[in-house]
Structures are given as C-alpha cells and as structure tokens.
C-alpha cells in the first residue's frame, strides 16, 4: 500500500466514523426471543420534523404486523410506528417486483431524535442530494448493518451490531440495461465479497450484506482533502437489493424518499390549514377532506379548494336549516298573536275594563314576532352558520 493509498484508508475509516452516528440498526424478535438484526435506517431531519429512511421492504415487516425497533438507549428500544410513506407495489406483484422499493417513516412526539446515549444524530435534509447524474465515474461509499454480525441476548438485555462499509463505482451506463434499472432513477455500484477492502486498507471478506438493505449510499468527492469535511459529501441514493450473481448492489435514487418527505410535509400543511378553519367545519367534514386529499396529486391550492366546497355544503346545509327554524318561529308567533287576540277580544267583550291591558298584550306579541321577522332578515344565513360554530368552537 503507497502512503497515499494508507492516508485515503484513515480518512475514509475517520469519516466512516462521523457518518455512522446517522444509521441504526433495525431488529425483529426472532421465535426465540433474541433480537435479529435485519435491516439498516438513518435519521433526517426537516425543520421541526424527524424521519426515518429505509428499504421498502424492510418497512413492510410494520405493516404485516411484526414489532420492528432500534435502540434509542443501550437498554431501551423504539418501537416503530406505521406512520409511513412506502413506494407502491406494482398492482397483482409483491415487493420483489417493486423496482423503486423505498420508505420513509415520521417519527411522533415525544420519540424524536436525537439519541445522544447511543451516539445516534439525524442528518439535515439539505445532506440528501437527488438525481447526482451521470453516475459512471464517480466513487460510492455505503455504510451499513449486516445482520450476520448483529448479536442480541435478551436475558443480559445487551445487543450489538458492527457497522461495514465499503467504496466502489458504480457500473458503466450501458449496463443498466441487464438491471431493468435506469440511471436517473438508480445507482448499480460494484461489489464482490470476495475483493473487498478494509478500513485500514488490507483485503478482507465482506460478511453477507443481508440486513444492509436500507443503507445510506454516500457521494465521495474526488478531491482527498474534501473527505475531511462531511458536508462535501451528500447522501444520493438508498441501498435496496444485493444482485449476487451480477455483483451488484443496487440503490435507488435519494430522490424518492425525499418526495415522500415533502408528502409529509404537505400533510403537515394540510392539517395546518385545516386547522384555520377548525370553527367552520366540523372535524367530520375535516376527516373527510383529509381522506380525499393525496399530496401526490393534489396541491395546495386544489386542497383549498376542496375546503371551500366543503364550506360551501356546510353553510348550506346549516342555511336551510336556519331559514326552516325562522319560518316555523315566525309562523308559530304568528299563530301566537293570533291566540292572543282571541283570547283579548274574549275578554273585552266580557270585561271593557281590561281594554287597555289586553291592547298591551297583543301589542307585546306582535313586536315579538316583528324582532324575529327582523332577526331573519338582517342576519344572512351565512352570517348566522358561521357565528354559530365559532360560538360551538
């Protein structure tokens, strides 16, 4: 190895330090109750938002039901939820046939990174670097946790998982062809077990990458020196399937995940905005907007629209519900004058000197229905459906 050769090795094993501290391992419970290491995470944050990044594949054990977790504490797991965004099954396939096969899971309060006791920190999202073209030439760098050197004993509540790396390029643009893959949406990287180097530069064999899937593919500069800095050195796809026989392991654009985060976001927005209209539409008309709102097809100012129809339908329904309750008020005050005169006229024929108490009294009835004529007619349907649910909220 030439001094060169020896001081690209301890950086590169130096900035493979630093990057670990933003992948976890990811467990299931085997039948006998021992952790298994089975796939790779790392953690991105988004202003006030934490996500977790991985193979689709790996997030559909949550989906069919299995506890997935990291260790957030050497002692203390976290459970993952199914607040996920995954890419979609081809319609009659399974995951293998989902060339794309990433996912992407929101953290919830008050499990949010970061994990100081187990050394763990998210990347800032402006790290992700989609669509990096043209592939060929350039050097990856993939950091991850291969289940055969994950180790849990559940009875000492201690487990262990070693971080591989390893550097290659990727394939030349024509091969893509023999992946069904392209460039822009993909990176077939080089890799054989059998010539992989260690980080202090010696060959050694590469454990099986199984429980890789879900690791962060990094961008090396070509300049040594820029090594030294992690900015210089972006995440541009995501490591989701080992071509055995074509030595391969094959990415898929950052790209992808950073979509289904800004799907997140737009969620986020989508409730923020709904949340401005919390006094004028009931949350089951707000739950009903939420399920016909997909952020992959739908943009901001369609969902505005959908609000405001919703508004719309809301203040007519409670409008003709307004003018039914007037009309029957009115009618029934109506009736109640008419009663009173009756009954007045009743009495004046009997008693002329209840004239002037019985003129009040029906003076008293018609004014009443005179405020509710003129109650119905000031005050606009819309004007009195918004009152009333501000007044509700």
């Known amino acids: 190895m030439t001094p060169e050769q020896?001081?690209?090795?301890?950086?590169?094993?130096?900035?493979?330090?630093?990057?670990?501290?933003?992948?976890?391992?990811?467990?299931?419970?085997?039948?006998d109750g021992k952790p298994q290491s089975f796939g790779t995470g790392f953690l991105v944050s988004a202003n006030a938002s934490s996500f977790l990044i991985s193979a689709g594949h790996v997030f559909d054990e949550i989906r069919e039901g299995r506890e997935v977790y990291f260790y957030v504490?050497?002692?203390?797991?976290?459970?993952?939820?199914?607040?996920?965004?995954?890419?979609?099954?081809?319609?009659?396939?399974?995951?293998?046939?989902?060339?794309?096969?990433?996912?992407?899971?929101?953290?919830?309060?008050?499990?949010?990174?970061?994990?100081?006791?187990?050394?763990?920190?998210?990347?800032?999202?402006?790290?992700?670097?989609?669509?990096?073209l043209p592939r060929e030439g350039k050097t990856y760098f993939i950091l991850g946790f291969p289940g055969s050197k994950g180790q849990g004993d559940p009875k000492k509540r201690k487990t262990e998982s070693k971080?591989?790396?390893?550097?290659?390029?990727?394939?030349?643009?024509?091969?893509?062809?023999?992946?069904?893959v392209k460039p822009e949406s993909?990176?077939?990287?080089?890799?054989?077990?059998?010539?992989?180097?260690?980080?202090?530069?010696?060959?050694?064999?590469?454990?099986?990458p199984e429980g890789m899937s879900g690791s962060p593919v990094w961008l090396l500069p070509d300049e040594l020196e820029a090594l030294n800095d992690?900015?210089?050195?972006?995440?541009?796809?995501?490591?989701?399937?080992?071509?055995?026989?074509?030595?391969?392991?094959?990415?898929?654009?950052?790209?992808?995940?950073?979509?289904?985060?800004?799907a997140f976001q737009r969620i986020s927005n989508a409730d923020a905005v709904l949340k401005g209209y919390r006094t004028v539409i009931p949350e089951d008309r707000a739950e009903g907007i939420r399920t016909?709102?997909?952020?992959?097809?739908?943009?901001?100012?369609?969902?505005?629209?959908?609000?405001?129809?919703e508004i719309t339908t809301a203040i007519t329904e409670v409008e003709e519900s307004w003018i039914k309750i007037a009309n029957t008020a009115i009618a029934n005050e109506r009736?109640?004058?008419?009663?009173?005169?009756?009954?007045?006229?009743?009495?004046?024929?009997?008693?002329?000197?209840?004239?002037?108490?019985?003129?009040?009294?029906?003076?008293?009835?018609?004014?009443i229905a005179k405020e509710i004529r003129a109650r119905s007619n000031q005050e606009s349907p819309i004007d009195y459906a918004l009152r009333r649910m501000k007044e509700r909220s």
């Open 335 to 367: 009736e109640a004058c008419a009663m009173i005169a009756d009954e007045m006229k009743a009495e004046l024929n009997q008693q002329p000197e209840k004239l002037q108490y019985g003129r009040t009294q029906i003076e008293v009835a018609k004014r």
């Open 186 to 208: 993909h990176i077939a990287i080089i890799f054989s077990r059998k010539q992989s180097v260690g980080p202090d530069g010696k060959p050694r064999l590469f454990p099986n």
């Open 292 to 309: 016909k709102y997909h952020p992959g097809q739908h943009t901001l100012d369609e969902l505005q629209i959908m609000i405001k129809d």
């Open 73 to 132: 504490e050497p002692k203390t797991k976290l459970h993952l939820s199914s607040h996920l965004h995954l890419t979609t099954i081809p319609e009659g396939k399974d995951r293998d046939q989902d060339v794309l096969d990433v996912g992407v899971l929101k953290f919830r309060d008050p499990h949010l990174p970061p994990y100081p006791a187990v050394n763990k920190w998210p990347l800032d999202i402006g790290s992700l670097s989609p669509y990096a």
């Open 163 to 180: 971080v591989y790396s390893f550097r290659n390029f990727a394939h030349p643009t024509e091969r893509y062809k023999k992946f069904d």
């Open 230 to 262: 992690p900015k210089h050195i972006p995440i541009v796809g995501v490591a989701i399937k080992h071509l055995k026989y074509q030595r391969t392991i094959l990415a898929t654009d950052i790209g992808e995940a950073l979509n289904m985060i800004r």
């Open 6 to 31: 020896r001081r690209e090795s301890e950086i590169i094993e130096k900035i493979g330090a630093i990057l670990s501290r933003h992948i976890v391992p990811l467990f299931i419970d085997r039948p």
